[in-house]
T-cell receptor, first 113, second 108 residues
């Protein structure tokens, strides 16, 4: 059990550029979640997958955001045409199933200049 | 959706002191978890506790589901306990809603 892994740890980009983050969940976990956290706030839910199926997306996830989990293992979160308001910590989490303990990765800190 | 409120927002303790953090939620829950976010930003799951009481070393948690609150007890606090403590609740829609956290500073 190596924990939830996220890459990169930090990303600095210019406004208008596209960025992609990767998350590798704990291997036997079939649920994978993306959250976003801004300074001084708790994490906010973005979306979650059960295996490869994306089951829910938050209203926070505009059409510039897309997430995939192609083979039910790792997941990617892409932000197109980044805006300064997208600057935040993007957190990935996984769990063994519904209503189970959630385990978080270290996050990707995005700064949009 | 469910509302999650935490108190106090900030807490300063001397090493060795005990503390109680509170989490109130606005609806019945089937999932209530406590997390510690350390100064480097890592969120650590402390407890999965939709009801009842659990203990893990110096930490314990109690959730009274019928009265819609949960408590996190920290005994004999250490400087490494510093950080932000979050509770998060889910009413069955498979997404945890986090409170705004309690910021704890334990001084030596």
């Amino acid at each position: 059990d190596t924990g939830v892994s996220q890459d990169p740890r930090h990303k600095i980009t210019k406004r208008g550029q596209n960025v992609t983050f990767r998350c590798d969940p704990i291997s036997e976990h079939n649920r994978l979640y993306w959250y976003r956290q801004t300074l001084g706030q708790g994490p906010e839910f973005l979306t979650y997958f059960q295996n490869e199926a994306q089951l829910e997306k938050s209203r926070l996830l505009s059409d510039r955001f897309s997430a995939e989990r192609p083979k039910g293992s790792f997941s990617t979160l892409e932000i197109q045409r980044t805006e300064q308001g997208d600057s935040a910590m993007y957190l990935c989490a996984s769990s063994f199933g519904a209503n189970e303990k959630l385990f978080f990765g270290s996050g990707t800190q995005l700064s949009v200049l | 959706g469910i509302q999650v409120e935490q108190s106090p927002p900030d807490l300063i303790l001397q090493e060795g002191a005990n503390s109680t953090l509170r989490c109130n939620f606005s609806d019945s829950v089937n999932n209530l978890q406590w997390f510690h976010q350390n100064p480097w930003g890592q969120l650590i799951n402390l407890f999965y506790i939709p009801s009842g009481t659990k203990q893990n070393g110096r930490l314990s948690a109690t959730t009274v589901a019928t009265e819609r609150y949960s408590l996190l007890y920290i005994s004999s606090s250490q400087t490494t306990d510093s950080g932000v403590y979050f509770c998060a609740a889910d009413t069955g829609f498979q997404k945890l809603v986090f409170g705004t956290g309690t910021r704890l500073l334990v001084s030596p």
